[in-house]
Every structure is written in C-alpha cells, then in structure tokens.
C-alpha cells in the first residue's frame, strides 16, 4: 500500500507551482519583454503576488493564470484596484460568469484592441469543461499571445 504523507503532498504541489513559475519566467520575457528588467528574483515574487490575487477571483487553471499575470504585468500589480482601471474590476467581478470566460475578456480588453468594448461571451462557458479539454502548456498562451500580434 502507498501512503502518502501530508508533508509530501505539499512538496509536490510545491514543485508543481515551482514548474508553473519557471514557464511564466521565459513566457513573461517573451510576451512582455520589459519583465527581464526585474531580475528573476523579482520577477518570481510578483508572479507569485499575482498568483495570489488571481486565486481570489477564483482564477486557478495554468492558461487563465498565464492570461491574468499577462494583464497584470501590463497594467501593474494590483491594477483591480487602480481607479483607472475600473473596467477591469467590473470584468473580474462579472456575476454568473466563469474565471476562464471573465479572465478572458480581461486580456481581449488589453492585448486586442478589436475586442476592447466586446462584451463577456454568453453561453456554456470554458470553466465547465473536464480537466484534460483544458490546456495547460504555456506554450499554448505564447501561441494565442502571438495570433494576436
């Protein structure tokens, strides 16, 4: 019999969160070069702030997390509670939406100019979907970061 201890489990999902931050290193110096300024070590705690903050919009899969630190690292750290940045709020806290339909609507709003005043989708929403439809590659949000370029 397997058994698993807690301390485990922990070191685990450690290594997982670890592993999700060095994509979002070499990603985050691809999609928004001015990141490498910040120095690794910087650059690892702000991800993990932002981590922080996404999980309080209950934004918790790998590809809606790339897009919410995407827009974070555009518009700055904590830019949900920036006056100027109401909009963004109003999107996050969109009722009866899902993170990944909310999260998404969020980046358009920032990296793609066309869907700037474009509403949240109405409709079945991503967030329904089982874990292995999602994506979880960073490679894949470099793939929909450049599509918008």
Same mark, same amino acid.
């Given at each position: 019999?397997?058994?698993? $201890?807690?301390? /485990?489990?922990?070191?685990?999902?450690?290594?997982?969160?670890?592993? #999700?931050?060095?994509?979002?290193?070499? $990603? !985050?110096?691809?999609?928004?070069?001015?990141?490498?300024? !910040?120095? &690794?070590?910087?650059?690892?705690?702000?991800? /993990?702030?932002?981590?922080? @903050?996404?999980?309080?919009?209950?934004?918790?899969? &790998?590809? =809606?997390?790339?897009?919410?630190? /995407?827009?974070? #690292?555009?518009?700055?750290?904590? #830019?949900?509670? %920036?006056? *100027?940045?109401?909009?963004?709020?109003?999107?996050? =806290? %969109?009722?009866?939406?899902?993170?990944?339909? @909310?999260?998404?609507?969020? $980046?358009?709003?920032? #990296?793609?100019?066309?869907?700037? +005043?474009?509403?949240?989708?109405?409709? &079945?929403? +991503? +967030?329904?979907?089982? =874990?292995?439809?999602?994506? *979880?590659?960073?490679?894949?949000?470099?793939?929909?970061?450049?599509? /918008?370029?």
């Amino acid at each position: 019999m397997l058994i698993i $201890h807690a301390e /485990q489990v922990v070191a685990l999902a450690r290594a997982e969160v670890n592993g #999700f931050e060095d994509r979002m290193v070499l $990603h !985050l110096a691809e999609v928004i070069p001015e990141t490498t300024g !910040l120095g &690794e070590a910087e650059l690892r705690a702000q991800i /993990q702030q932002g981590l922080e @903050r996404a999980a309080r919009w209950g934004i918790a899969r &790998e590809y =809606d997390l790339a897009l919410y630190l /995407q827009v974070m #690292f555009a518009l700055g750290p904590g #830019f949900e509670e %920036a006056p *100027s940045y109401a909009w963004a709020r109003t999107l996050l =806290d %969109a009722a009866g939406r899902g993170a990944s339909s @909310r999260v998404d609507a969020l $980046h358009d709003r920032v #990296f793609d100019p066309e869907h700037a +005043d474009a509403p949240i989708k109405d409709g &079945e929403d +991503d +967030d329904e979907l089982p =874990d292995s439809a999602e994506t *979880s590659d960073a490679s894949a949000t470099s793939a929909r970061t450049s599509a /918008q370029d």
